[in-house]
């Protein structure tokens, strides 16, 4: 634990079995001392694939409950330390770099350097990349080992959803392969809670990690009948190449089978017929967006990983971009952009200001759509110009590079001095406030889930009704996410379900990605190492219900949440008209969409709660 405000450390112990891992303890922490938490699994430096994830808890700064993001990689060199976790707690009192390092079985290195955040944003590369650069210079040469640093931008000054961003240095220099804490804001809350806007750690601890290939490809082989290699391999396909779609990646793999399922412009997709859609994703994504990417990543096999070696190599790149489904989609199709270049500059900008890519892309797609309707002016904003907001006569490279450069005027705008777009307390509140002084048709363009009063969080980029989901966690996968029409009370058992398999992989620090096996076979595993696989099990479940004992959700406040689960509803229909429950939700919602809707909210809430009481009934 280090108290920013002093620079003073101390080390808590914590048994297994009382706590037994980052979102357990970091959940206790949070509460006690309202601490940002940044910690990794217990089979950290495994050779378990996927194992060296870094997860951040804390309460956070756009959510207002407890959150909990995560870090691909950045665990491996954490692991070098010798603890499991930090927690920062306490503010400096200038902004300043957080040194971290080990050297073998010496005490921990702790320093605190002040940092004048606004010049070293504008050095190098620019903001977030231009302070994980000015740590380096500052300590790298104190490191046996390559260190690894984490870091905020302009972002975390100006919004409440500033991430942190790290990535892999290799022959002290940091390579282009970013990876993010990005949903939750844990930058603005490092920066502004605790003063904080880099932290360099490393060192060259040797603890007793887990090892031994053989007893793990047995445990594999008794499971799976298959080396943990060999299944790790099958259940990662779709990260790194899927030939049944001659593509890989997040990108590649769901726009190739998006299909009418497309969103773009806002979501104004949902109310198009099924064939305006598929045109759309034929000619807009497949036919240019989703080809430059094949043509220019995939076939080139322009791929990396986040920092540890592993078979996923998910990191699709194209030279100095990484290209990640979420963010190319709401920064992408959903602001009316449908060319990688475009793409890759207002991507681009946004990970240099450091911002969250999904919840900034939805918002900016919603300032673009208030602007088309006439809603808010271009000036009223700080810009000039209206997007092209339209399919009609929509020019793919000239009218994307278009929408791009006003988002990313909209961006300078938000990191400004006296901004005339305040995002300080967060999106929801400036659209209330709009909603107010003009018309709640501003507020009922914009997709948002809601938490306590101020809370807010642009949803996973998928047309189902589970991203808006009242869970006490949103914007990650706690949640169904899945295409098939699911009664409202089990979709909220299913997510309650859902979260806890997801609390396992985090508890443990392992990516999502490798669930196919980590899910199932995990806690077994910690029974083997770690003893009481029941013990563990009840902890996640209790990790759930303490997290559920505080939710906060909100019912729907924008008319489009309510049409993006109708529309979903009407979607379905029309591939099974024999669903006697879905024709009649659909009966509700157009006899009267608001009551359906507070209905079909209702009843996800019911089966929420009901599934993660502490004592269930």
């Not at 590649?252 to 806002?266: E, H, R, S």
Request: charged share 25%.
């Amino acid at each position: 634990m280090v108290d920013a405000n002093s620079g003073f450390y101390k080390t808590l112990r914590h048994d297994i079995g009382k706590f037994w891992g980052p979102v357990d303890l970091g959940l206790h922490l949070s509460y006690k001392y309202s601490s940002l938490n940044i910690g990794t699994g217990l089979l950290a430096g495994s050779i378990f694939p996927g194992s060296n994830r870094l997860i951040f808890t804390g309460i956070s700064p756009c959510w207002h409950g407890f959150y909990i993001s995560s870090m691909g990689g950045a665990g491996l060199v954490f692991d070098n330390l010798g603890i499991n976790m930090l927690s920062i707690t306490g503010k400096a009192s200038t902004p300043s770099v957080l040194y971290l390092n080990r050297i073998h079985g010496e005490e921990i290195q702790v320093e605190l350097r002040p940092v004048k955040v606004e010049e070293v944003w504008e050095q190098g590369r620019k903001g977030i990349y231009a302070m994980m650069q000015h740590a380096l210079n500052e300590f790298g040469d104190r490191y046996q080992e390559e260190p690894r640093v984490m870091a905020v931008g302009p972002s975390a000054m100006y919004s409440d959803i500033g991430a942190i961003c790290s990535a892999p240095i290799k022959k002290g220099v940091i390579t282009f392969v970013d990876t993010w804490a990005g949903r939750g804001g844990f930058g603005t809350k490092m920066l502004m809670e605790h003063g904080i806007a880099a932290i360099i750690y490393g060192g060259t601890f040797m603890d007793e990690d887990f090892r031994d290939r053989k007893v793990a490809d047995a445990w594999f082989e008794d499971r799976y009948n298959k080396k943990l290699s060999v299944k790790d391999l099958e259940a990662t396909t779709k990260y790194r190449f899927d030939p049944n779609f001659n593509t890989g990646g997040t990108f590649g793999v769901n726009y190739a089978t998006l299909g009418d399922w497309t969103t773009a412009f806002n979501y104004r997709t949902i109310y198009w017929a099924a064939e305006e859609r598929k045109k759309l994703h034929k000619e807009f994504i497949l036919d240019h967006y989703l080809k430059q990417f094949n043509e220019e990543t995939i076939i080139p096999k322009q791929y990396k990983n986040c920092g540890e070696p592993c078979a996923a190599v998910c990191k699709k790149m194209q030279d100095e971009y990484k290209k990640d489904y979420e963010p190319y989609q709401t920064m992408g199709p959903l602001c009316g952009i449908f060319d990688q270049r475009a793409a890759e500059k207002l991507n681009s900008k946004a990970d240099s200001l450091g911002f969250d890519g999904i919840s900034i892309g939805g918002f900016l797609a919603w300032l673009m759509d208030c602007m088309d309707c006439d809603l808010i002016t271009p000036e009223e904003l700080g810009i000039k110009d209206k997007p092209k907001f339209s399919p009609e006569n929509f020019d793919l490279v000239k009218d994307s590079m278009h929408n791009a450069n006003i988002g990313v005027a909209l961006l300078e705008e938000i990191v400004k001095e006296n901004s005339k777009i305040d995002l300080t307390l967060g999106a929801r509140k400036l659209a209330r406030a709009w909603a107010k002084e003009r018309s709640k048709d501003i507020m009922d363009k914009f997709v948002y889930t809601a938490f306590a009063r101020q809370g807010w969080m642009v949803p996973n980029q998928y047309w189902t009704p589970g991203v808006l989901s009242p869970m006490g966690i949103m914007g990650k996968y706690y949640n169904d996410y899945g295409r098939e029409f699911i009664s409202p009370r089990k979709l909220g058992q299913l997510s309650a379900t859902r979260m806890k398999k997801e609390f396992i992989l985090d508890n443990l620090g392992i990516c999502r990605f490798h669930r196919a096996w980590a899910e199932d076979i995990m806690p077994d595993i910690v029974q083997e190492l770690f003893g009481d696989k029941e013990l563990f099990l009840k902890a996640i479940d209790l990790a759930a219900s303490r997290i559920n004992s505080r939710n906060s959700s909100v019912f729907w406040e924008s008319e489009r949440n309510m049409d993006y689960v109708y529309t979903f509803l009407k979607k379905k229909q029309e591939a099974v008209t024999d669903n006697e429950e879905l024709n009649d939700w659909i009966a509700r919602f157009e006899e009267n969409k608001h009551d359906a809707a507070y209905d079909f909210w209702y009843d996800i809430h019911k089966g929420i709660h009901e599934s993660l009481r502490e004592f269930p009934v």
